[in-house]
């Protein structure tokens, strides 16, 4: 036998091995990218749904701006589909009084059946119930003013994508979601968002450059005005910089929070202690905390999408 018959003879195994490796490399390939092209896609576009999750702090006193900013939700999300968008918006609403909160889910549901709410293609409305959540025992022996923190990183751990779960781990029918949170927004129940906020949002979202896309507000606190006196109602240029930033005027990637272990809206008592504003610039610390996990991955639209109470 030649040596060149030799050779061959020997190799054949290792070709063999280094093809069936290359197909079965090729076939995992193609099954990713089925599931990408698959991914979330409604016959009706065939575009990926961007799914949106915002979490709603409110408390009873705030009924009547809760029902103008449902509607306003409502409204915007079937404008951003209506122009060709897909975007689905999870809203998930609670109390966060310390007073009241056990009793969010009636609170919400009554007012939504007074209000015959339905959800519907373009938003769906998540109520969670609060009757067994001890926020005393979530917040621990923190005694300073929270301002709805306690509840929003409870949310965040159990209603958008869980992250820590420090309460309730033993409660998995908590965490089984009807919902996916790719996106997630964090406001109060008095405020109001643009018509196209979701609309211009979209364009943004879908380029998958950024972990934060934040835009300008109208300020509810007084600042200052073009007659050099401060005023509310004032169009404020955001900045992710304290005391240019709000909780509503940013949106952020759920999985870059999962990767950011410093971003949480409820810190430690030892990290509390290094910020001079304690809770009251936590919507800052939250975000620069975030910002400071990735580098260029944030955007500021210059344009105005909030209305801040």
């Known amino acids: 036998m030649s040596n060149f018959k030799k ?26 990218l089925l599931r990408v092209i698959t991914y979330e896609r409604t016959p009706a576009t065939g575009k990926r749904v961007t799914n949106i999750c915002l979490v709603i702090r409110t408390y009873p006193k705030q009924a009547s701006s809760l029902q103008t900013l449902m509607y306003n939700l409502v409204d915007s999300a079937a404008a951003a589909n209506s122009n060709g968008k897909n975007v689905q918006v999870n ?45 005393l025992k979530y917040k ?49 129940g008095d405020n109001l968002f643009t ?8 364009v943004y979202i879908r380029q998958n450059k950024y972990n934060i896309i934040a835009y300008d507000f109208v300020s509810g606190h007084k600042r200052g005005s073009r007659d050099r006196t401060n005023r509310i109602n004032q169009h404020l240029v955001t900045g992710l910089k304290q005391s240019f930033i709000d909780l509503s005027a940013y949106i952020f990637r ?3 929070y999962e990767e950011c272990d410093l971003a949480t809206y ?41 209305i801040h109470q």
């Open 254 to 256: 759920t999985a870059a």
């Open 266 to 306: 409820f810190p430690t008592e030892e990290v509390l202690k290094n910020q001079k504003w304690g809770f009251h610039q936590q919507d800052f610390f939250f975000v620069d905390a975030l910002n400071r996990c990735f580098t260029n991955r944030a955007m500021i639209i210059p344009e105005v999408h909030l």
């Open 140 to 188: 621990g022996e923190q005694n300073r003013t929270d301002y709805g923190y306690v509840l929003t990183q409870h949310l965040m751990d159990n209603y958008v994508n869980p992250k820590y779960r420090p309460y309730l781990r033993n409660q998995p029918h908590l965490l089984q979601q009807p919902y996916s949170c790719d996106w997630v927004m964090v406001t109060n």
């Open 195 to 202: 018509r196209n906020i979701f609309e211009r949002l979209d």
């Open 91 to 135: 809203a998930i609403i609670a109390d966060s009084d310390e007073e009241t909160y056990r009793d969010s889910k009636s609170f919400i549901t009554n007012l939504m059946d007074k209000m015959k709410l339905q959800p519907n293609k373009d938003i769906s409305f998540v109520v969670p119930d609060l009757s067994k959540f001890d926020m």
């Open 7 to 32: 050779l061959r003879k020997n190799k054949f195994p290792y070709v063999r091995i280094i093809c069936l490796c290359i197909f079965f490399t090729l076939w995992a390939l193609a099954m990713r």
